[in-house]
């Protein structure tokens, strides 16, 4: 999967192909198609998620993450999460999205099937630090990286 920002705007090459179990020569051989869809702000990162057929992109200008079909490329939902999402990662069983906040020091927790958020903060630092990226990657533990300014 590729995926290249151009001021608002989000380039999708090849997104399916390159998802579905097929051999490298299979990939070769098929055109890759790009799309672009409007993020309304720079696309920071990005998840997909098989199960729902969905491609979800951290917009930290808009403080959202947008819910992008990977059946039509268009934005279905657009979901508040707090101040500047940067890194996201979906959790080990599929149900949720963690969410570094990159204004906030906090992790922010997606429920994908209702959209209800909660929020992990991470303590007090004194360079007043942001939250750059999360990887759940162990059940029962987040990982975060921070940019401590100094």
């Known amino acids: 999967m590729q995926v290249a920002t151009r001021s608002s705007r989000a380039v999708l090459a090849a997104l399916l192909t390159l998802v579905s179990p097929v051999g490298l020569s299979a990939l070769a051989a098929e055109p890759f198609t790009d799309v672009s869809i409007s993020l309304g702000g720079e696309g920071f990162d990005l998840e997909y998620d098989a199960v729902r057929e969905l491609l979800y992109v951290s917009v930290p200008s808009r403080n959202e993450i947008a819910l992008v079909s990977t059946e039509t490329y268009t934005i279905i939902e657009r979901v508040p999460v707090g101040s500047m999402p940067r890194g996201i990662d979906m959790s080990l ?6 969410i570094a906040l990159g204004g906030g020091r906090a992790v922010a927790v997606l429920d994908l099937e209702s959209h209800a958020l909660a929020e992990i903060p991470l303590g007090y630092h004194p360079q007043d630090p942001d939250t750059y990226d999360v990887i759940h990657a162990v059940e029962n533990r987040v ?6 300014g100094g």
């Open 143 to 148: 990982f975060a990286s921070v940019d401590g």
């Open 93 to 98: 069983d599929g149900n949720r999205l963690f």
